[in-house]
């Protein structure tokens, strides 16, 4: 216990947040359940410089080491704690899932604020590993998270500064235009093997084995779906951090490593094992809000799938079912059936054994009358049926196949599409010689991760981000009437939906592409903020806000796992007439990537928390996605020799839950860059001339982005003519 010494320690006042926290949980201490992360390390962690190294983090953040109690007056104040210890136990257990079973009922334990702090580091020694777990009270939700602790600590460990915490959403909107102290830090170079490592991912991820440390990763088709997963390997692997806004000012291996911060070798997060015996599970947090928007549109089909491609060369349709269902062997998403009653909403693996109970290839053979377009149209019933078609067609004319891949939304994301078509690949090869494929590890069960998710729940720091972003903001998109056609129609609102494509010149992707690179930027940064700019153009507005996807994988030990991960997020563009085009792109491509930490809170959370309910709709109209280097684009290995090519067909879009929705299509096409933007726009909000003006807007955008002002035009410069 600590002695409440006046004259030994001070007594401290409380912030409003600490005192709405502390009484929380002495009225609802079940509402108080505590945050918790953990990381394992490989064999060599030096026991006694790891506490050293703890030691060096509470005492530089001594809020950790608090307690709380009443002064003379009954006022609330803390006093700090100097013996670092109470703070830290180390121990041995003989089983990881030991050393969870710790941290749990270390969670579920009530908090005596008087006489223990709000902070725990669990070090546990299993085997030669050595697990290191935080244990945080919401009490210090403004003042640090577990990945600023173990950024600090690893710092301490490795002999750099400890550094600070990131500051709370609030103070760093408050000083947006000043560097914080830690972000002043500069963090020395890992070196030339760490550059080795970077390069290696590279080539891994680019399949280009000839890459240099000095070649830079988007001119080998990099992009930042690959650059994120780069970013987890690199830490759940080799213990190397580094920033995702890097990749566009450090694009080389080389420079990359410059910047990157060694923090351990093989950090993984720690995971349970016991994926196989998880056969029905909760729905995942963000695949709960896309259930409940499926169930809001009466089970139709607008959370459908409707892949489709055409093959340029003969594929075998017998090896092609035999290596898919090679897939739905591995992931056991594609064999799930889902259910939504009000009382229980839940996912159930369908067991191997029962697979053939359930039909979901068709050859060509027994396609005749069905069509790309029925198959889009199809009506799954979740509850008695896999959520996937497969279904060959064949001209009759010239004898090109073609496939309708139709997958429900609620088993897997556009992430998850890229490994099923690599590794159908892969499947496709091994059964053309005969055997089935033999996979580097197995997947990790998404249901694990549901379960996992959901006794996590919702971080209050990262919902309150998004709701400190997005609070003051416009909702919605309001347009001018053209012609005397306003967009809204008489009658319901409906999900009818048109659509457009915009396909630039050559010349115009290949400056768009020069541009972004100039202004340390994506190209989904670009064309975002150009969207955004002709909005405003067209409807004189002062902000807009602009939903997006993030994939929702933070954990590089789901990477390879097929399952519904993505969330949608929101952010607020602000305008202002003095800023430059440059500055607006930096800005817009920056509040995205740093927003991606706080990515795993559902919208639905979001809107709630500002006071929405499922009658308002979404907060944004306007959503804006890229789909990069399209795994529908690509080749299977032919079974002699050679490859079996294969180009998406786009479906025909005629339903759409958002106002206006851009695609961004960036491909590279043998050899060559290629670029659209399909634009999907609701025929009740938005009429066909709205639209157009819409689109002459982008165009015109786009063209003055690449011309000789560019990035130093101020925005009331940038000019947009009738058309």
């Given amino acids: 216990m600590m002695e409440r010494n006046p004259e030994a320690a001070a007594q401290l006042s409380v912030s409003g947040f600490e005192e709405h ?9 079940e509402q108080s359940l505590r945050h918790f992360s953990a990381w394992r390390f490989a064999e060599g962690l030096d026991l006694a410089r790891l506490e050293q190294a703890l030691q060096a983090v509470i005492e530089q953040v001594p809020d950790l080491n608090a307690r709380y109690c009443f002064n003379d007056d009954g006022e609330l104040n803390k006093l700090h704690a100097t013996d670092w210890r109470t703070c830290v136990a180390v121990s041995s257990v003989d089983a990881e899932a030991q050393a969870e079973a710790c941290v749990q009922a270390l969670r579920s334990e009530p908090w005596d604020a008087e006489r223990q702090p709000p902070f725990n580091a669990l070090v546990q020694q299993h085997g030669q590993a050595t697990i290191l777990a935080f244990v945080l009270h919401p009490v210090l939700d403004q003042t640090c998270r577990e990945d600023d602790l173990y950024r600090m600590v690893m710092n301490a460990y490795a002999g750099r500064p400890v550094g600070a915490p990131h500051l709370p959403w609030r103070q760093w909107q408050a000083t947006a235009q000043t560097a914080s102290a830690l972000s002043q830090v500069q963090v020395a170079g890992a070196g030339d093997d760490a550059a080795q490592i970077i390069l290696g991912e590279f080539r891994s991820a680019l399949a280009e084995p ?5 070649d830079d990763f988007f001119d080998f088709g990099g992009h930042s779906l690959l650059a994120t997963r780069i970013i987890g390997k690199l830490l759940g692997s080799h213990g190397l951090e580094v920033q995702f806004n890097d990749f566009f000012s450090a694009p080389t291996a080389k420079a990359l490593a410059a910047r990157a911060q060694v923090l351990g070798q093989g950090v993984r997060p720690v995971l349970p094992g016991q994926a196989a015996e998880v056969r029905k599970a909760p729905f995942a947090l963000a695949q709960a809000s896309l259930g409940r928007a499926y169930a809001a549109f009466d089970f139709g089909t607008i959370f459908n799938l409707p892949f489709a491609m055409d093959f ?48 979901w290839f068709w050859s060509s053979h ?14 799954f019933d979740l509850s008695r049926e896999l959520p996937m078609r497969v279904r060959f067609f064949r001209d009759p004319q010239h004898q ?7 997958v429900h939304h609620m088993a897997i994301d556009e992430w998850s599409l890229n490994v099923m078509m690599q590794e159908l690949a892969q ?14 590890a197995p997947a990790p069960s998404f249901h694990e991760y549901a379960q996992r998710e959901q006794a996590k729940g919702i971080d209050a720091q990262h919902l309150a981000y998004w709701t400190d972003m997005l ?22 609102a409906t999900t009818r939906a048109e659509w457009f494509e915009i396909r630039p010149q050559q010349a115009l992707i290949d400056g768009l ?33 602009i939903g997006t996807s993030a994939s929702g994988r933070t954990d590089p030990a789901y990477y390879d796992t097929v399952g519904y991960f993505t969330t949608m997020v929101a952010h607020r563009v602000q305008f202002d007439a003095q800023q430059s085009v440059g500055a607006l792109i930096e800005h817009t491509s920056r509040m995205i990537n740093d927003s991606m930490a706080f990515a795993d809170v559902p919208m639905e959370q979001i809107q709630q928390a500002l006071g929405m309910t499922a009658a308002d709709g979404l907060l944004f109209d306007v959503y804006v996605q890229i789909h990069a280097n399209n795994a529908l684009n690509g080749e299977l290995p032919a079974p002699e020799a050679g490859s079996i090519r294969y180009r998406q067909i786009d479906p025909e879009k005629n339903q759409s839950m958002f106002g206006i929705q851009f695609e961004i299509m960036d491909n590279v096409i043998d050899g060559q860059r290629a670029l659209r933007l399909v634009v999907t726009y609701r025929s009740d909000r938005y009429s066909a001339a709205q639209m157009a003006r819409v689109r002459t807007a982008i165009e015109q955008v786009l063209a003055q982005f690449v011309s000789a002002a560019g990035a130093d035009a101020r925005l009331e410069q940038v000019a947009i003519l009738a058309g």
């Fill in 427 to 440: 499947a496709y090869q091994a059964r053309a010689n005969g055997r089935a494929p033999i996979w580097d």
């Fill in 21 to 29: 926290a502390w009484l929380t949980q002495q009225q609802y201490p």
């Fill in 312 to 359: 340029l060369d003969e594929v075998d349709e017998a090896l092609f079912e035999q290596a898919f269902a090679d897939l739905v062997e591995r992931h056991a998403s594609l064999r799930s059936t889902f259910h939504f009653s009000e009382g229980e909403a839940y996912q159930q693996i369908v067991p191997l054994a029962e697979l053939p109970r359930y039909r």
């Fill in 471 to 492: 609070r003051p903001a416009t909702p919605g998109l309001a347009l001018p009437a053209v012609d005397g056609q306003a967009g809204v129609t008489s009658g319901a």
């Fill in 366 to 379: 027994d396609s005749a009358g069905a069509s790309l377009a029925s198959e889009a149209g199809y009506r």
């Fill in 513 to 545: 592409h020069g541009f972004a690179r100039q202004n340390n930027a994506s190209l989904f940064g670009v064309l975002y903020t150009a969207i955004a700019v002709a909005l405003h153009k067209v409807g004189g507005l002062r902000d807009l806000v």
């Fill in 400 to 406: 090109r196949q073609s496939l309708s891949l139709l």
């Fill in 210 to 214: 000839g890459m240099g440390l000095d």
